[in-house]
Structure formats: structure tokens, C-alpha cells
């Protein structure tokens, strides 16, 4: 089934194989309107390509975006906004061997089984290119999102066991380094740590945190449409990612009624809540508080030890990757992060609309 | 947007209010054929029905599910299942004073804000009574998957600071608890943290593990719909949960590649893993071991205790909300997860069919 | 796959046999706080129920409409609301000599060659008693569109070689015949046929206008969910529909672009069009004329006259079909086409709300 | 809302302007394995490109379409595959007169009423070099189908009041005549109304005839995705078409039940009918029987006569439309047509596949 769109009002639809022509995406039900030209959507693909600092892979590519439709005159139109682009920097002869056999961590396996066979070459659509399409559209919900007031910070919170001082963090410095750590100290550990890692040939695994500041209460549905269920399905289809959490997150189960109940209180008409164990969602939607999550991302699994598997003529074997592949996915997948939890949320908000009847009357009514 | 409907190929819509004249649901699509009465869904449903033991709500509802279209002659007919259980234990004048104030931790401020009001009865939609819609849904599937050799188990991992231990867990005792913790030792605990939470007003949090087997690898899409995704929406789209683990979960955020890569190996042409860090998904989709989820839920939100807050005046009051409340919800919803894992499972076996054109044309070349 | 279900932001799903224990439906996305009584859907329903006239079947039916969720306090609350009709003059026994053969014109081959069998009493899921849902739906949408001051208006245009004047139809008269034309003249040469018919053991087509005004411009989307298309669904998605027409339909094959163009003016500012050959949608948007639609509707397949077909045994056979069955369909059809053109446009103008950028910052900033 | 998307299992996302950078579409859910390359689909965009006859617009565009996605080794993979045409024949110069007005019969007004302002080059969106998209996703389709033993043929059946012979035609021999008429009298005849049209400055209607052969009994749903309803929404959705038809479509109206049902037989457990009247469709679902269609089209309503209509600066005035027009349809949109029923077709009969638990049963075990 078609398995490659994600939204309802909004819908986000990538295509393309790590090794192809291209890779891009269709962004179909965007509002008509915003202003937008490919350098508003180039600055955020930069944020995610290879080869930016000594802990990506040294790979270089340059990924230049080009708008293929759905803009006119500097202005989204509502029709599908079509995003390209080439990809530059395939050396296909890389991967002839993974053709053969399965690697450990990765889809091959699972790919075969489902279609009966795959395009092996650097990870084929499974690629890391694949968020390509996701960050384009992500750099359209981010703008959109920003005029009305709503800001969706991502940032690097741990790299092994290095952690940020989450509490004291400034997240205006996410961009700033290297691991995307908005934490100078934990930014210097973290590099040492993924160092360590090249020289042993090895990966390690990390978290990303999530902020959003803004978000009106009542976005999200009750019952299967949660918002947190649309986030988590959002950052869970985020290649890697094994774990979600919101708010407290797992913490919660070891807590009590008494302290995990955020009391509300009233000021001057407004409404705010003494604390945030709920990250910002009661009941599925959201509550007018700051949304807080958190995406826990497995090594990566290309490492160029020595790993066991079988190929495929049956045997089991010793396996030794090459390639260029990086140490860590954290730093590259920050805006991937970003980019899903604004799709998922500004989609939320428009399927929101008419959520009441007076809104729907008001609009149509002369 | 309608937002009670989930799945694809099967689509589950519940409905109904806590205290609205009955809840149910309508199952469309499901494959015609599969032998099924009310007893087959009955039996699950009294394992979330209230009033169960001495740690769940005192509150006593029969829950008896009428079938009312889609089965004849005791076997579904491909036509849409509507299955309904009418209310019958309701004090609608306990739910006065909550019409006038919002309460911590629950859906109260987020309903009125996106739709202006709310049915304040019970929690109204909110009410873990709409959960029975998912558990009658989640029987037909369950017992499909049966068939299929596929066994999706789910049990109580941890209420409070109570865990089981995870590893000698014989899941065939889950339903003989009241805690649904497959660990006599732990349930002998936990049902004394629960008794203390009773006495001090209070609630506590937990958490489920879910382990699926018999799965055929290459279920679920690599990009979008990938099987961990679906999942982590089916769950956290469960009130309370605020935290989805696959596999290792947060666990992998401080592994490295080396130890978190499962080896795989061939015997026979059978093909297995020598270790299951990714809980039975690679790039989404299904490898052949057994599925391994977590959900982390909140402590149940309503307790006895004095609690700040504000009212419709716009005034800020202390509470202290009245009714029959579980002070765990663990146990009730052990079968609510299992069912949303088994019909999150089942509807992408479905999808899946046509994945391979061989497949298609096995099917339709006579 | 999930057939049953109808709308985007709005839902619709229905559910039942016709000899089952009910029919009903599930409307989900409605927005709240539009007032709604059971009374408001009888209305509609009592239009379309069986026994009204001497042209109808003489089955009698109450079919008295539940509100069973989604309404409180007498208004909606934007969460499901769900509505059944109990099943009341069930003859199942009527059906015993239907199981073992094939009517020609029915569905029931068809049925049996997708799902292996059928439930065979009384049409099943293909009686004419599943609209009973859409009846409902389309009284909650009716009367939500009369408040933003659209009328959708349906009406009996032809039986068999009667047709109505349609120049001068005056259409507040379509409820008070037993045909549902709006043309007394032609309603009794149209009953004097219908007599004719059941005296043949025969039956008879027609053809169902619709007329609908105050819609603004813009509905509807340029490509795939085009105004027309989505009407053309909702249409031939109704038992016994062969044909739909918009605008001037057939006829503008055989006409030239130079008196088939209509000629836009504007005076006072406001856009109208010296004719309506396109019936109100250009480019699959409403252009601010009235809709204009037809439909047209095959002969009831349910004759008492011998028929030739095969059995179960793979005998070819004669059959007569006993039962009660109505000769014509159109004056019972009125309602229901009413009804899908009414849910059809309603879910189209939820679905335009977020179409501009400025509408979207409106709603959405302070 | 994303409406430029087409189908369930298979689901088509055309993008693109008439005068932007390319046009192009992603086909999402193909299954995997099936052989392909750039020619398979070049010799259908072949048959709808622009300048093959002396009754087409005399604009010269190659279409040269390229696979950037989703195909590896020469077949299908089972992931989004991107197909692109550039466009290279945009004289954007012809349409600044258009930015200025509203030209009668097109969705000028209605994309400015919808969305504020519009791209007005050649059409934009609403441009029928949209449909190389649809004509690039049916080429896939129509191999595929063949390989089943499924044949979707489409024709011109008749361009203002000149109609083939239908009973006679030779099916074959369609794209052998520029009109598309399989029917060389009546192709001479057209040519020459055409002609005449031209001089006139005019254009002129017509209609396009589908004929399905092998489809098995069994695709479709009962209720709502009723396979009819799919068809109509997939020909109505093509830009000009007003009217469709399935069977005997409008005749059926003045038909009588004894005459129009269609009688079954079997012969050597080969089930057949007498007749088909029901067009291959019997309560949603085919009856094995072939499925007929037919699609009505007004005249292009670009023509270069004076025409009435109104100006953004809100005056009467009266066009000249400049530019080089087909003046009539019918030869070019035969593909787009067969195209849209193919793509229905096959994804209808992808979402069969669960349709009996017999058969996912039989899928799963092993």
C-alpha cells in the first residue's frame, strides 16, 4: 500500500533511492499564499547534509533544491508543490557487495522479504537521503508555523551517555555546533566520544528533544488522531528511532496521581498550568502548555567491524562494510525531527478548522 | 476531521460516551469467512470490565456486547461488524460539579477549547469506556492472528517502582493476576503499593511490554506506515500512555553499533537473529522475531485528594473530584494494548498482500 | 478494505443488514454545537421509509431513529455520533428460496464471487435499507448547510417515459406527491404507469434532479477531489444509479464551445453567468451558480415475473421472486440523493477551509 | 486538502503547471517486481502529447518522460516511482492577457474564488498537461492488467453529432485514425466537422466509449467504493467530462425491470449472461461480465471568438483568447480515460485481495 505519505490536509509524499537520479517530494494541500523560495527551504536541507563537520561522514554532496511547481510568483499557490533534488555523489560500485548478503541493523533483510528483492545500493530507499523530502516540507510548516507565533526547536539532548544540562540549555545554540548539543561542554564530551567511536570502528546511539512554544489548546482529536499518537507516529517512522516520549514519558509510570496532575490556574483570563508533566497534551490534545518530546535513535548500524550474517546463497558469513557512513545519526537527524513535529503539527491545526460549528458558520456565512 | 477511526484495510470507528445511552464500534472490511459469536468477544471484554477485584474501580458494569450486523450464520460476512454495549451503570449526578471546573490531568480544558463544550458526564469520550469499541475489535483480530500461528501477549511490566521480572515471566499466568503481572512475587507487591495509593487518595503509573510471535518478516512499509510507527500510534493513542519503546528502546540511545546490531544466521534456510535488540522491526518492517513493545501510562488522573484548579468563572478553586476510580489502570488495560497491537498487526498483514506483483497475479491468473 | 465509509472531514458509516437486528450509522467530524434532535432525522427518514403510498412496497416499517452518542445537551459535541434504526418487519422466511440462486439484476453473484457467500435475506447488505444511514447523515448536514443559507433540493425528473416539466417545476412541491415530481400533471400520468407496472409484475427506471443554491465559489479541488467527481461518487455509489449528469451533461457532446461557454458578468461586484451549461462547477470548483445534477436510476431488479438464471447446484433454473418490492425506486431515492449531495458538499466545504494561507494566520492569531 | 492524489493501494500524485519548470507524478504501493522502462510509458504519453494531427493544436512538445525513482534493474520495486516530462514548448508571453480576466468555461474564477489568486499561464493546474501524469501512472497499469488477461480499451465514440458505428467498431482499430474513432467513415466525417469547426473559430463536444474485458466477478465494494462510483469519480475527474455513464446508463430510466435485467446462465460451471445491460456491474461489484463506460466531454472552451466576461478591475468586457487550442478533445483524451480506468481497476483489485479470510489465510501459512 502506498506507504510513502504522511498527513491528512497536508500531505507529504517522498520519493527516491539513495543512489537514483533524485530524490524529492510532493507536498500536496499546502495553503495558498505564503511566500516561499527555494533558499527558505535550501537553509534547512544544509542542516542535514553529509560532510558538514569531521563527525559526519565525508561525504559531499550538495543537495540543491530546485521547486518544480506549486509556486508562482513567489507564493505557494495551493496546488502540489513539487521539490527535486539530484543526487550527485553516487558511487554505486560501493555497495556491489552488499548486494550479497544481509547487513546486521539494517532493512536488506526485511526489504527481500517483503518485495523479493531490492535496490541494494547505499541503502536504496531506507536511505538517510530519503529525509530529503521530509525536511523540504518541514522548512514550509516551519515558516508557516512561525507567523503565527508557534516555534518547533529540535536539539541533540545525548550522545551516549553524554547528556545535555537539559534545564539550563539555550536553544538558540543548537546550530551552533557540531553534535547540535546546545551545550558547549556536553557538545566538547560528545565529540570526544564519537572520536573514540571512529577509531574503533564502531556507532553509538543518542536522543533528540523536542520544544514547541505557541501551540493554541484543543489541537489533536480524543480518540485515535491523539496529537502525541500523530507525533509519536511521526518520529517513530524517523529510520532508527526505537523510542517516544511525552511530557514525563517514562518516568510517568513511576509517579503518582498526586504529583504527575498538572494544577491549573487562572490569571487575568488566562489559563496556564503550575507544572508540565503532561508535555503539553491532556486527553490527545493539547493543552496550551509548551509540547515537549523526546526521539531515542539506535547506532548507527553501518560500522566497519566485523559483523556475522548470511548472504544469499545460504551461508552464514564474516562481513566487513565499506563505505563512508557517519558515527552517529544525531547531529544530521536534528531537523529531521524538526521538520516531522511541524508537518505533524501545523497538518493538526489546519484539520482542526472546523472543529467547531460557529467557525464554519462565521467562514461562510456573509 | 473524524478522528475515531483507525486502520486501513480494517477500519475500526468507536463511539459512544460514558454515560451516554451505550458505546460501541463498527468494523468494516474485515475478511468474510471467520467464525465469530458474541462469546469470542464477551471473554475479553470482561478482562477490561470494571468492578474485577479489590484494586480496580467499585463501580460494576456487565458489558455485554450485542452483535448487530456483519456475521451470519456465525461467520463474518466482509461487511462492516457493528458491535454495541449499552451503559447501564450510570450516576450521572456524580459528574455535577465537574461540568463547572476543569480537572487536572484530564481532557476537561482541552475538549471545551476545540469544541467550546464538553460532555462532562464520566469523562464523556475521554472515558476509558471507549475503549471497549477497541477491545471488541481487538478480539476478531486476535483470534484471526491466531490462525495465522501469530500469538500477540500482553501484561502489566511495572506498576510503580514494582517490576516483574521480565526475563522468567511465564505470560500464560498475565489474566490469573489481578495486577495482570505475570509474577506472583510482583503482584504480591504491587497490590500493596495499590492498597497504600487507595488509602492516601492517591494513583500510581506502570507500564505494559507486548511480545508478538509467529510474525513473517517484510510486514509493515520502509518510509511512512513502517510497522513500528503504526504501532507507537496504536499505543500511545491509548488515554495515559505517555512513552512507546520497540524493542531495547531508550536503551539503544547510549548502546553502540557493535553490541546493538543483531547478527543474523541461517540453519536449514531458516533464518533467525542471534540477539532481538530490535524488537522484530528493521526499517520498519517486520524480521521475523518476535515484536517487543513497551507502554509507559500516567497515573490515573482522578484521585480523591484536594487539588488546584480553576472553574468557568474563571475563578481558581480547589477540588475534590468524587466517584468510583481505579487507582491503576494497569490491569484494565493490559487487553486494551493488546488488542490495538493485534489489530495494528493485523490490518498490515492485509495491506501487505499485494506488496509482490507475483503475489497479485498468483491470485487473479487462473 | 473498508467500503462502508463516505467523507473526508466529515465521515459517514453505515452498517447493516437488512435483516439483521438494526441498521445504522457512525458520523464522525461533525462540528459542535449544532442543535439536533431525534426528530430532526425522523423527518427525513419517515421520507424514505417503505409503506408511504400505494406505489411503495406494502412492507411497513417504523423505522424510529436512536441517537445513541455524539449529542449532548441537544447539540452536537464534534465527537461520533451514532444513530440506529432497529429492524422491526423482518420475514426472513420470505428469503429461504433466494439463498440457493441468483437473481438477475441483484447483486447477489457478485457478492458470493468476493466474499464466498452472502447473507442472502433481504438483499443483505445490498438492501435498499443500508441508505437508512445515509438519510441520517444527510439530515445533520441539510440543516448545518440551510444555516449558512445553501438548499439542496432533489426531485422525482422522469418514471419510465413520464418526465416533468423541469422549466416550470415548482420544487417546495416534490414532498407532496406520492412520485415525488414536483408537476401534479405528470406525478398521475406517472402513477397511472406505476399501476401498469405492478399489474405486469414489472417495474420501471427514472431519473432524480438536483438543484442547489447559495453555494459559493471555490468549492471543491482543481485535480483529483474535483466538486463534480466527488458528487459523481456520492451518486453512483447509490443501488440502482446507471448514469450521472452535471450541468448540461450528455448534451454537451453534441454542442459547440461558442454557445456551450457561459459568459461571465458582474455588476454591482458580484460575479454571475448569463447562462449554466457547466451546472455550477468549472475546473472541479463551484463558480458561484446553482449545482445542478441528475441521476438516473435503473428499473427495480426484484419482479414477480419468471426469470431465468442458475443455482447454487450450477442448474440453470426459472425462478419467481416472491416478497414485497416496490416497482419504482425514484420516490424513495428522492431523499437519499438529496442526502449524498448534501454530505458531499458539506464534507467539501469543511475540506476548503484552509485552502488560504490568510484564512488559516485568521483563525489561528490573536 | 491534498486532492491531487488517486487511489488506495495504488495511489497517483500528479504535480505540475502547464508552464512551470516540469509536470510529472508519483505512483505510491506498485507492486514489486513488475518489468518496466521509459519506453513502456513513452509510447502512452505518445498518444496524448500535443501536434500529432492536423485536428490537434499545432504546439510541438516531445514529452519526453524519466523515471527517477522506484525502478531498479528494469522493475518495479515496490517504492514510489517518480516520473517526470519537462516542459520546453512554455510561451509564457501568450497569457498576460489572461492574468488580466476571466475566461468563460474555464476555472479561472473559480481558482482565484478558492485560493486567491491563481497561476494563469496556459492554464496552470487546471492545464490538460496534468493529465501526463495520469497517462504515465495508467501506462503501468494497463501492463500489469494485461498480464492478468485484462484488457481496458477506450475509443472516441462520437464528436458533436457524428457517432461510430459501435456495434460494428474493431476496437483495434483506434489509434490508427487521428480522431481516435474506430470507424473510418465516421473519422472522416468527424475530420471534417473539425475542420469546419476551426474555420468557425469554434470547438466541439464529444464522447468516449470504455470497453474492459476479462475482469473477474467480485471487484468493488457493496456500499461505498462500489466499482461504479470509483469509475465515475476517476472519468469525471478528468477535466470536460459532464456526463458518465455505466451500461446502459441513461436508457435505463425508461427501461422495465423485464427487459433490463440480465438473465444468468452456466454452461460447463462457466457462468455467463444473456445480456449486459448492467455494463459489467451488478450492487458495486463486476459480474464477470464486460465492464462499459462511457465519458461525455463539452467542447474545449478555449476559442478565439469574441467572448463575454468581466476583468480583475471588475469591468464587462469583451476577449480575444490568443493561443494555439485543440478544437476538439476526444483524440487526446482517449488515453487519459483508458489510463483512469486502468489505474481504478488495478487498485480496486488490490484491495480485494483480503476480501475472504480463505485467501489470507492460504497467503500466510505456510
Redesign the interface.
Known amino acids: 500500500?502506498?506507504?510513502?505519505?504522511?498527513?491528512?490536509?497536508?500531505?507529504v509524499?517522498?520519493?527516491?533511492?539513495s543512489h537514483?537520479?533524485?530524490?524529492?517530494c510532493?507536498i500536496?494541500?499546502f495553503?495558498?499564499?505564503?511566500e516561499i523560495c527555494e533558499e527558505d527551504i535550501q537553509k534547512y536541507l544544509d542542516l542535514r547534509k553529509p560532510g558538514q563537520s569531521s563527525i559526519s561522514t565525508p561525504r559531499k554532496e550538495d543537495d540543491k533544491v530546485?521547486?518544480?511547481?506549486?509556486v508562482?510568483e513567489g507564493?505557494?499557490?495551493?496546488?502540489?508543490?513539487?521539490l527535486?533534488v539530484e543526487n550527485t555523489s553516487q558511487h554505486s560500485a560501493d555497495y556491489n557487495d552488499i548486494a550479497q548478503y544481509?547487513r546486521?541493523?539494517?532493512?536488506d533483510?526485511?526489504?527481500?522479504?517483503?518485495?523479493?528483492?531490492?535496490?541494494y545500493r547505499g541503502g536504496?530507499?531506507?536511505s538517510g537521503r530519503?529525509t530529503i523530502g521530509r525536511v523540504a516540507a518541514g522548512a514550509l510548516c516551519l515558516k508557516?508555523l512561525k507567523?503565527?507565533?508557534i516555534e518547533v526547536m529540535a536539539y541533540t539532548r545525548?550522545i551516549?551517555?553524554v547528556y545535555i544540562n537539559e534545564e539550563e540549555a539555550d536553544l538558540s545554540l543548537t546550530y551552533n555546533t557540531i553534535t547540535r548539543m546546545p551545550d558547549l561542554e556536553a557538545d566538547k564530551k560528545a565529540t570526544e566520544l564519537i572520536d573514540e567511536?571512529k577509531k574503533?570502528l564502531?556507532?553509538?546511539?543518542?536522543?533528540i528533544g523536542v520544544k514547541i512554544t505557541g501551540v493554541?489548546?484543543?489541537?489533536?482529536?480524543?480518540?485515535?488522531?491523539?496529537l502525541?499518537?500523530?507525533?509519536?507516529?511521526?518520529?517513530?517512522?524517523i529510520?532508527a528511532?526505537?523510542?517516544?516520549?511525552?511530557?514525563?514519558?517514562?518516568k510517568?509510570?513511576?509517579?503518582?496521581?498526586?504529583t504527575?496532575?498538572?494544577?491549573?490556574?487562572?490569571n487575568n483570563?488566562v489559563?496556564s498550568k503550575?507544572s508540565n508533566?503532561?508535555?503539553g497534551?491532556?486527553?490527545?490534545?493539547?493543552?496550551?502548555s509548551d509540547i515537549i518530546l523526546r526521539a531515542?535513535?539506535?547506532?548507527?548500524?553501518?560500522?566497519a567491524?566485523t559483523?556475522?550474517?548470511?548472504n544469499k546463497s545460504?551461508?552464514?558469513i564474516d562481513i566487513n562494510i565499506k563505505g563512508r557512513h557517519d558515527p552517529v545519526i544525531m547531529p544530521r537527524a536534528v531537523i529531521v525531527v524538526q521538520s516531522m513535529a511541524a508537518i505533524t503539527l501545523l497538518d493538526a491545526?489546519?484539520?482542526?478548522?472546523?472543529?467547531?460549528?460557529?467557525?464554519?458558520?462565521k467562514?461562510?456565512?456573509k
Open positions: 500500500m502506498a506507504g510513502s505519505s504522511f498527513g491528512n490536509i497536508i500531505r509524499t517522498t520519493w527516491g533511492e537514483g537520479a533524485a530524490v524529492g510532493v500536496d494541500g495553503p495558498a499564499g505564503m530546485k521547486i518544480l511547481s506549486g508562482f507564493k505557494t499557490t495551493g496546488t502540489p508543490i513539487s527535486m544481509y546486521p541493523g539494517h532493512a533483510y526485511s526489504f527481500d522479504s517483503k518485495y523479493g528483492f531490492r535496490d536504496g530507499r531506507s530519503e508557516f507567523q503565527m507565533g545525548s551516549g551517555k567511536c574503533n564502531d556507532s553509538v546511539g543518542g536522543s493554541p489548546a484543543g489541537i489533536g482529536d480524543p480518540v485515535f488522531n491523539k502525541d499518537a500523530l507525533l509519536a507516529d511521526a518520529v517513530m517512522g529510520g528511532v526505537k523510542a517516544v516520549e511525552i511530557g514525563d514519558g517514562i510517568v509510570s513511576e509517579s503518582y496521581g498526586s504527575n496532575n498538572d494544577a491549573f490556574e487562572i483570563k489559563v503550575k508533566h503532561s508535555g497534551i491532556l486527553g490527545g490534545m493539547s493543552d496550551g531515542y535513535f539506535k547506532p548507527t548500524p553501518s560500522i567491524r559483523q556475522q550474517t548470511f545460504g551461508e552464514n491545526m489546519l484539520v482542526n478548522m472546523p472543529a467547531k460549528a460557529e467557525n464554519v458558520l467562514m461562510y456565512t
